[in-house]
């Protein structure tokens, strides 16, 4: 009871918690981020070895988020508890594997810092609510999928699908939404993407955009309701369109290499989670309805 009136009562005391909550969940989802697609590839593998009759080629070892423990990808020394404390073991380490002393991937840290950092806003801006701890579980899972799809560009079912369900559990209770416009932003989030990827590959032959990006643009409208498609879309194209053409004149002799949309999505809908009513007010005077 008295954690949860401090939760309550202390704002400050709120968003420490939800600071250092996110970076516990942000060393897991540098795992999520690393392993799931190689636990996805590991599936399908022996999934055609099945189909074609063949022995199963995988390594018989447990492979999940969980097993084996992690380890430097260099010399394979078992990262203990003490050298896995977020951010702050980086900092003993001086960025370096204590066995090998190869360099430790930035990246992981920043994922962490990035991951507490969004919590902590999404815990300022709501307040110790239902829709605080659903805004986290929305933000973390976007978090994850952007970070896959910047690697791998794959947007795994595995995350895409629950975190549409999720966000028409939550609205059936109204917590962002009604349940009948989310309901209809999941509708028209899949769809919208699917007939802009079959209307390009109508006119050029050409598939310009994945079917993971129809299921996230589904799950923001089944947590944000329809009315804020359009400035999803918009916002997230945009951005897109600006970082592509600045890879195009940066890597000129790379012009047809994809560039993922989901980062974008998930951004967009980040936004739109919090301030989606001024990307609404944004988006309808750039149209010219308002």
Same mark, same amino acid.
């Given at each position: ?43 399908? #593998?022996? #999934? ?49 594997? =204590?066995?090998?002393?190869? =360099? ?96 390009? =590959?109508?006119?050029?032959? =050409? ?12 799950a923001l409208g089944a947590w944000l309701g329809w009315q804020f498609l359009p400035a999803i879309v918009l916002l997230s194209s945009l951005v897109g369109a600006v970082v592509g053409i600045c890879l ?5 002799? #790379? #012009? ?35």
């Amino acid at each position: 009871m008295f954690l949860i009136d401090a939760l309550t009562h202390s704002q400050f005391f709120l968003l420490l918690a939800t600071g250092l909550l996110g970076l516990l969940v942000g060393s897991f989802l540098n795992v999520v981020i690393h392993r799931l697609p190689i636990i996805m590839q590991r599936d399908w #593998q022996s #999934q055609c070895d099945e189909m074609n009759g063949l022995s199963n080629s995988q390594s018989t070892e447990t492979f999940s988020l969980s097993h084996p423990r992690s380890r430097c990808p260099h010399c394979g020394h078992a990262i203990s508890a003490l050298e896995n404390i977020p951010v702050l073991s980086f900092l003993m380490l001086r960025g370096r594997c =204590k066995q090998c002393k190869s =360099k430790i991937s930035l990246r992981y840290p920043l994922i962490e810092v990035l991951t507490a950092t969004l919590s902590i806003v999404v815990a300022w801006y709501f307040g110790f609510t239902i829709a605080c701890a659903a805004a986290l579980l929305m933000t973390w899972a976007l978090i994850a999928l952007t970070f896959i799809d910047v690697d791998h560009q794959l947007l795994p079912d595995t995350i895409t699908l629950p975190l549409l369900w999720l966000g028409l559990l939550f609205n059936l209770f109204g917590t962002f939404t009604s349940l009948h416009s989310a309901v209809i932003g999941a509708i028209a989030g899949y769809l919208s993407l699917w007939l802009v990827f079959h209307g390009f =590959k109508l006119l050029t032959g =050409k598939e310009g955009i994945g079917y993971g990006d129809f299921k996230l643009l589904a799950a923001l409208g089944a947590w944000l309701g329809w009315q804020f498609l359009p400035a999803i879309v918009l916002l997230s194209s945009l951005v897109g369109a600006v970082v592509g053409i600045c890879l195009m004149l940066l890597k000129k002799e #790379q #012009q047809e290499e994809a560039i993922p949309f989901g980062p974008y999505l998930a951004a967009a809908g980040w936004l739109a989670l919090l301030w989606g009513e001024a990307l609404n007010q944004w988006y309808l005077s750039l149209a010219g309805l308002a």
